[in-house]
């Protein structure tokens, strides 16, 4: 008796034991802090949207940086944002009606194969401009729009030239910020100006006067804020990134130019009259510039930005870049960057001002850029702005993939955070996809 | 006997590997179960055959033949939860087990000389950390298991003062998975797994004193151990298109296990209670980096050196035995050791910190040649870090239960 009493009551301190060997898990309780984050909507373009790989298309928008920043909204009483979602199968729509990038193999003009971007299709699914998804009971909290710029958000009718927005527009004459606040919302992001000045860096700096002035940003942007402002929303803001970090300016190397002795000498021969040199090994390559001389053409210089739509295969094989001088299209100058990245200070402090006029968060995009260009490590994975092998851009080289759009909606959320004094969690980036290797 | 003996041992190895993550670093303090049951202590005080590994001095007081073999199974979590997702994350590892085995002979009932032989398993660890887990590219699984074999010399020199040395030859493996952030075409990522078998020898001295009838004294040195792996394999399992960017190939390593100073004290207030104290001092800044040299390197390829900078600790470990009635003892005893582990540099592989520790034990001999020990060891710590090489912050929280039992024939 005594003995299975003893049994009995050791048994149970081991079964106790066991059972206390394994650490509690207690989820945090998240807080909203000051925000009702009940209605949801957010005003942008590619990034926002969810294009990436140079194309609309489902698994990019399922990772859009306002799906992202919704989900974890969440968990802070936010309900689930509805998205214009491109059907699943879709190759995608780029802003050229092109299909989405896939990382395949791609044999060049000299027959050596290696992994590029591919498009998955030959043509984009144009199909998706015909889709008619307004729905005035499910109203959209995605209004990132492929190339929409400041001073389109409040233009009346913007459907009929940018299809990205005439598949979800309410009417003929709607424009995006008519249709976002009839979202009825509470709170409210703005990922605005990066479209601008990306479509004047895109074009190797051809029409700066397409950029708004300072003065018409400023204007523009405070329309905007105000109207959500007189809503009652609060919202988070973001400065502008120096668009020039993207790896679709820093991939193709100045001087990526590699002579032997004999082209060297060609060279040489060539251009030493109008004082440029060539040397075996790399070299600057040949580019117009109107300014240079009599004719127009000098060579690279060093912190000068070639774009990945260089025509690779011209240049490899056809003397682009020698003998055929690369044309501006394809280059950014010393002087268009410096404008490009006095511009984005410009934006910015007017950004700013109105961030603190209003107490809205302010998101620093403009950091985290600068981060990812010096490069870090997030959770044991390293990141950088470093064409594919970075992790965070997508094959277009411009916008983030979905782990790239995962940590730029963690700035956000830090930004709410701080402002609101909410406690809504971090994204686990290394949940999301970067690219897919064949 | 001796023959016997022997396959018993034989057994042993073939059987178990050391996997566990208890004691500081990755050191295990599961050598004898009375020992155990009084907080992990008992080097200046001789009980059996486990004084081969805490005091070969010790041995030098033993009157007896004694075969004694002792398993502690060893169920440890960990939950770690990430600060800034604030989601929660645990290991899956399996149960560890730790073993000894020492036998102990006299050559004549005169001699002042003794021979033992003790194989145990004083460092090693398994950590498995549940799929997908956010440090995944940091560390899922790892396999660290080490097996020292000891043959031991002690002499007793007079009634007050024993000396003891023993040779040790260590026989290890290393087994470390993580996964790479590189995605296959079903969107899996790749993973890398590097494996090998480790060497290395050192030796274990002691020195136990009388001062008193009830008063002992005991000092202990066990040397530094490099454990290296010379002829490792790396495999990788990449995309296709990566495959010429990770090849499969050897590579080398090294894991240094510290040296362990001790002094030991014991004193017998009657003739049936008796108290044991322990203090190490255990090297672990020898442990300043883990380092793979891989033989086929590429850009995306190179060898890796990361920083542990591990630093030297002190832990105390201290307890009781009291014979109830003839043939029962009981044990309690607890510890606390300094987590040889800086600010930045906690990992996944050693999620260590500061522990406290409770232990309890109980033995019974039935008759004059056959005896049982039981004992239990209870932990739990936590640990909030971030760490400096790959950013991870959270807090590891761990548990850890380790009941355990040994059988001694002696004649």
Redesign the interface.
Known sequence: MKKSILTYILGTCVVTLFSACKPEFKQEENSPGSIDATSFVMIGGGSVSGFMDDALYFEGQKNALAQLIAQQLELVGGKEIHQPYVSQGSNGLSLEGNARFKLNYRTDCKDISALSPVRAAASGDLSILNDVLYNGQKPFGNFGVPDLRLLQVNEAGYGTQNGFFGRIMSAASASVLSDALAANPTFFALYLGVEDVLSYAKSGGKNNSELPSLSEFQTAYEEIVNAFIGLGCKGAISLIPDVTQMPYFTTIPYNGLTLDAENAQTLNNIYNPLDFYFEVGSNPFMIEDGNANQFGIRQILEGEKLLLSLPLDSVKCNQMGTLFPIRNEFVLTLEEIAFIQTRIQGYNSIITTIANQHNLALVRADAFYDKLQSGFMYNGVSMSSTFVSGGAYSLDGIYFNAKGNALLANEFLKAINIRYNSTIPALNAGYFNATIFP | MINRFVFVLFLLLVTFHAQISLGQGFQVNFQGQKQQGMGLAGTAYYQDGASLFFNPGSVAFSNENSVNVGFTPT?????Y??S?????Y?TNSPMGTPFSAYGLFKLKDSSNVRLGLAVYTPFGSTVQWED?W??????TRLQLSSIFIQPTFSYRINEKLGLGAGFIVSVGSVNLQ?DL?????N?EYASAELSGRAYGFGFNAGIHYNVTEKFGLGLTYRSRINMGVSNGTAAFD?????EANFPDGPFQSSLPLPQVITLGLSYKFTEKLVAVLDINYVGWSAYDTLAFDYEKNTPSLSDTKSARNYVNIFAFRGGVAYDVWKGLTLRLGGGFGFTPVQAGYATPETPDANRLYGTFGLSYAFGDHFSVDAS?Y?T?LKRSDTNL????SGSY?????A?GISLIYKW
Do not use: C, M
């Open positions: 169920f440890a979590n960990t939950l939860v990430d800034a997702t604030q989601q929660g645990r997908n956010i440090g995944r590219f940091a560390l993580r952030p590189v995605q296959h075409p969107g990449v995309p296709e298109s990566l239990l209870y739990q090489e790959t950013n991870l929280t761990t548990k850890a239960i009941p």
